[in-house]
């Protein structure tokens, strides 16, 4: 079983796939495939994980790579939009020590809050301002857990966040603790997919 967690040591590849809701199954089961029939034959594949988005908008392949050199990014599908592919790593979590089991059958949603630095020299500061988001918004109702990811190219920071119910994140997203400091984060990188919940769909 997939575990996100800080001290697990491993990288993690997003690949986050644009598409339209007719189009979301079919998606799935190509990232599904190629996850099974390549990746996970690959040396240095710890897991594989797969979540769709509740408005069909977005499919997203989470694999974690024991090392930097051991990566393979996911190749795009000729018949779907290319996807946005960086490798991460875990650079904060709330609760400290948290671990996070992924499986089709986890209770819970996850929001993926999506940033994309303006310049790679933002990253640093970015990713001070959202620590300090992180405690801001830690006491929530609902929140189970959080690990926020920065790209090691210095271009993106993810934070994989894991509610309890859309009822919770939509009440925290109506009154955002951190309202203070989000203009700031805002000046340095673009928000995207911010208010997008994710389930997941498969595991290995």
């Not at 594949?45 to 393979?72: C, E, M």
């Not at 499986?103 to 303006?118: Q, V």
């Not at 926020?148 to 210095?154: C, V």
């Not at 951190?178 to 700031?184: K, L």
Request: aromatic share 12%; hydrophobic share 35%; glycine share 6%.
């Amino acid at each position: 079983m997939p575990v996100v967690s800080k001290a697990n040591g491993l990288l993690a590849e997003f690949t986050i796939f644009p598409v339209e809701p007719d189009r979301q199954a079919s998606l799935v089961e190509g990232v599904i495939q190629n996850i099974e029939s390549t990746l996970k034959h690959n040396p240095g594949f710890s897991s594989g994980t797969v979540l769709r988005s509740h408005d069909g908008l977005r499919v997203t392949g989470y694999i974690q790579w024991v090392d930097q050199a051991s990566y393979q990014a996911t190749q795009p599908f000729p018949e779907f939009a290319a996807p946005d592919v960086h490798l991460y790593e875990i650079f904060a979590e709330e609760p400290e020590g948290s671990e996070l089991y992924l499986s089709p059958d986890m209770n819970g949603l996850i929001n993926f809050g999506i940033f994309k630095m303006k310049k790679t020299e933002n990253q640093p500061r970015f990713a001070e301002l959202f620590r300090q988001a992180l405690n801001m918004v830690s006491e929530q109702p609902g929140l189970i857990s959080t690990h926020p990811h920065r790209s090691l190219d210095g271009w993106r920071c993810i934070n994989f966040g894991h509610w309890r119910s859309l009822e919770d994140f939509t009440a925290m997203d109506s009154n955002r603790p951190f309202s203070p400091i989000f203009g700031e984060m805002l000046d340095l990188a673009n928000n995207e997919y911010q208010k997008t919940l994710h389930q997941v769909v498969f595991t290995t």
